[in-house]
């Protein structure tokens, strides 16, 4: 099937969402916890929770052993995860769901070490015990599940596309053998492309800014991932870029760990399931600029 049924609950439409980037700003302060670590900061709408216990979790034991949690992220999508170059904020729908599973866990943010993590280096990373967990539009599929878990899922999207402004292009129908189409290595946007339109020629980078690049100067036609993403994009440079058509797939975005550690997936699950409107705040903090309105998914029963 070529077309898949569009992202549940989200609708997003391009050109209600060019006041994305004007969010980061808005996003809470993950600093200044005070001691015994009750709040984190008066806009954060989580807690860092004390006396935390997760049995038969190898994950927990490790982060309550350091003292630290290590959690892989993306930092050059802004409105999921993003890391400011100047100022050396960290923001993001993403990066806020990270910060509060580790309070969740009884870490406080300064003890949270980030690193970005590309696509096609995520499993590994989670195998290799780099990362503790990943939260960085990581879709749950069967394929990832043979080497890890995953929590979730916590969001949905659509796979879409991001073209130029003034192109042509006007949904996934119009791409053909002329126009070649960038995404990530690793990703699932670009291997649906390989699968499901084999004639259209693709470019592959390890982040999606790369692609971004390529299609301002005009190497590529467009740019396709989810479209959660491509709006990010196409909100810091409205004048030059679009997102167009329907999306043509269902990505929903887990929390990726290691492999079996079941205790701590379900652990995840209830602070995601049970968290109050937590996620609708981070979710208005980070994505709600535009006034699109977003529903929590409910998460898979794990095992
Ligand atoms: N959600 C898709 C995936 O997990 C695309 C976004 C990404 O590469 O992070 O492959």
Redesign the pocket.
Known sequence: MRRTRTLAGIGIAATALLALTACNSGTPSSTGAPEGGEETSSSTPWTVLTDVTIDGSPTFDRIESAGTIKVGV?EDQPGLGYLDPVTGDRTGFDVDIARWMAASLGVDPEKIEFTAIA?ANREQAIVNGDIDYYV????ITDKRKEQISFAGPYFLTGQGLLVGADSDIKSVDDLSAETTVCS?TG???IQNIKTNYPEVPTKEYDTYSKCVEDLKNGQVDAVT??EA?LIGYAAQDPDNLKVVGEPFSE?R?GIGIAKGDDALAEYFNTQLTDGGDIWQQIFDNNLGASGVKATQPEVDPIG
């Open positions: 993306k696509s960085g539009t990581y879709s990530a990703s699932t946007p991932t989810d993403i990505e975005y």
